[in-house]
T-cell receptor, first 112, second 113 residues
């Protein structure tokens, strides 16, 4: 059974700092990995999707990497801003290509 | 932009009531999903559907059923609501059956008293 772990569970950083969020998964037979953002009381917004054949994806200040063989992904956020404060979730797609397994998230707070 | 709309943001129901949660997507997506989200447990898949009138159980289908009569609409049904079904419910859709980005609705926070 696929298990996804995110470390740390919570993180507080000053504005402007570069930071890394970690995601690990137990079964490397994945189709893709997706990073989401969730604001309090809201739904999920997809940030980046990395196919299993890719090593990384970039969008603006965000960069996500994937090392499928070791079961790890990182989300790098450059020059963090208070508006980046949210919970970040990673999820891997397995099970015939339509089953997403989520981690429990990293709650990020960027302080002025 | 893909839009996934859940009919209610907040619902309060009584134990034993029949509850319907509705989800509509406007992008002709094949797949639709229902998740529940609980603190410390993350998001867990309840049911999904990859075509009209088709459904498959996810990880925690007990106590729930679903209906997909039209491609754009996917309903989650709690036949007899219980307090342990108090949760945030999230609907999602994706274009094709495999390897696709899932787009999420804003969620419905259900309280069962």
């Amino acid at each position: 059974k696929q298990e996804v772990t995110q470390i740390p569970a919570a993180l507080s950083v000053p504005e402007g700092e570069n930071l890394v969020l970690n995601c690990s998964f137990t079964d490397s037979a994945i189709y893709n990995l997706q990073w989401f953002r969730q604001d309090p009381g809201k739904g999920l917004t997809s940030l980046l999707l990395i196919q299993s054949s890719q090593r990384e994806q970039t969008s603006g200040r965000l960069n996500a990497s994937l090392d499928k063989s070791s079961g790890r992904s990182t989300l790098y956020i450059a020059a963090s801003q208070p508006g980046d404060s949210a919970t970040y979730l990673c999820a891997v797609l397995t099970g015939g290509g339509n089953k997403l397994t989520f981690g429990t998230g990293t709650q990020l707070k960027v302080e002025l | 932009d893909v839009k996934v709309t859940q009919s209610s943001r907040y619902l309060v129901k009584r134990t034993g009531e029949k509850v319907f949660l509705e989800c509509v997507q406007d992008m002709d997506h094949e797949n639709m999903f229902w998740y529940r989200q609980d603190p410390g447990l993350g998001l867990r898949l309840i049911y999904f559907s990859y075509d009209v009138k088709m459904k498959e159980k996810g990880d925690i289908p007990e106590g729930y059923s679903v209906s997909r009569e039209k491609k754009e609409r996917f309903s989650l049904i709690l036949e007899s609501a219980s307090t342990n079904q108090t949760s945030m419910y999230l609907c999602a859709s994706s274009l094709y059956r495999v390897k696709n980005i899932q787009y999420f609705g804003a969620g419905t926070r259900l309280s069962v008293l």
